[in-house]
């Protein structure tokens, strides 16, 4: 599986993490607003977050690269958010993830974002099987995989915690939508 350089939407670039983003995830990572209701890493020092990134970056021309992505609106090519996947132990299976800060929230920038990975993972990489896991609390969140076409599996134990678990398979998104 390849990371592709970047994917455009209308209104933003989906790319690959550089090192000229070290400060803004810095912050990500250390706003509690972002990372509490995830299983993002969360209060990391400068050296972690560095080593982090540079770990990312180093991933992404191995065969088993990290696919983890910088949302930039490019209007001003200011990094918003970050989305991406990682692969689970079910063959042709993917855990995604989204995230915005904040100020960026409930302006379809997510929507947008989350529209266009599905479409690259299904089309693209055929990965047959996508699951998000939400926060009961980020209605936000669950709204989201709800509007891109997620069915909703019930409440489960993940982590340590409860979550609502949202699948959607290559199949309903070719053929039923």
């Known amino acids: 599986m390849r990371v592709p350089q970047s994917i455009d939407t209308e209104r933003l670039t989906i790319r690959r993490y550089t090192e000229d983003d ?16 995830t299983d993002m890493p969360a209060h990391q020092s400068r050296e972690e977050t560095q080593a982090f990134l540079d770990m990312l970056i180093q991933s992404y021309n191995t065969d088993e690269p990290l696919f983890a992505m910088a949302v930039c609106r490019k209007s001003d090519n200011e990094l918003i958010g970050s989305c991406g996947f990682a692969t689970t132990d079910v063959p042709c299976a993917a855990q995604m993830y989204y995230a915005l800060e904040p100020q960026f929230r409930g302006m379809g920038y997510a929507t947008e974002a989350v529209e266009k990975l599905l479409e690259y993972m299904i089309i693209v990489l055929d990965i047959e099987r996508i699951a998000v896991y939400c926060s009961p609390d980020n209605i936000a969140s669950v709204n989201l995989a709800r509007r891109a076409g997620m069915e909703y599996q019930g409440t489960i134990r993940k982590d340590d915690r409860d979550t609502e678990y949202f699948l959607l398979t290559r199949q309903r998104y070719l053929f039923e939508e």
């Not at 070290?22 to 209701?37: D, Q, R, V």
């Open 22 to 37: 070290m400060e803004k995830l810095y912050l990500f990572f250390n706003n509690e607003e972002i990372t509490g209701p």
